[in-house]
């Protein structure tokens, strides 16, 4: 499958998107970076895979980010951690709108900062956190999830295809809305939907 986007394109579907904030300032704040690479034509994400010695969801896909220091905001976070744990500095500039929040299970407030990279160089994976960093075709992202049912919960549970394996939530929500708004112009909404019962903790 062909997928073109470019800047203009995504930046004014974004533009349209009326973003839901979760509202719970009583737990923690953190934020991804859902950061577009290359030229419109072939464009990708940039996902990382854990590092297996993390505390916490260790060897699983992620997108860059994490918790917010304090005084920060969600745009000064993604690309705080954009920089650390990859190694691509980008500026607000680069920012090209928000997603919804989506709440962990864990106990985090999630915010998506939407960041157009373009064409890049070679990136420097923070070892002790990221154990490899992939750029993956938008072209493999925005499929059809599967849901699958699970008794702990009575929301459906969300994954994506991603080479040979899957991705899950709640990377495999932002990316699958963020799909869903750049790439197609829905304003598709994913804060329902499960994570499986191995990343509530």
């Known amino acids: 499958m062909v997928l073109t986007l470019d800047r203009a394109t995504a930046a004014a579907r974004l533009g ?20 577009v690479t290359g030229p419109p034509e072939r464009p990708a994400l940039l996902l ?23 005084g920060e905001t969600p745009v000064e976070g993604a ?11 980008r500026g607000p500039g680069d920012v090209l709108g928000l997603l919804d929040d989506y ?3 864990s106990g985090y407030v999630m915010t998506p900062v939407v960041v157009w990279a373009g064409e890049v160089g070679d990136l ?28 702990e919960s009575d929301a459906p549970v969300i994954r994506l295809p991603l080479l040979g394996g899957w991705l899950h939530a709640p990377t495999a ?3 699958y809305q963020f799909c ?16 499986p019962v191995f990343a509530w903790r």
């Open 124 to 151: 420097s994976p923070a070892e002790a956190e990221v154990a490899a960093v992939h750029r993956v075709p938008l072209a493999d992202l925005d499929v059809d999830p599967v849901l699958v049912t699970i008794p």
């Open 79 to 89: 690309l705080r951690e954009l920089a650390e744990e990859v190694g691509l500095h």
């Open 103 to 105: 709440v962990t299970r």
């Open 180 to 195: 869903q708004v750049a790439c197609r112009g829905r304003h598709t909404r994913v804060a329902h939907l499960e994570q």
């Open 48 to 70: 990382t895979r854990r590092a297996a010695g993390l505390r916490a969801h260790a060897g699983q896909w992620a997108l860059p980010g994490g918790r917010l220091d304090d």
């Open 173 to 175: 929500a932002v990316v």
């Open 16 to 35: 349209q998107f009326p973003r839901r904030a979760a509202g719970r300032p009583e737990l923690r704040q953190a934020a991804v970076t859902v950061c």
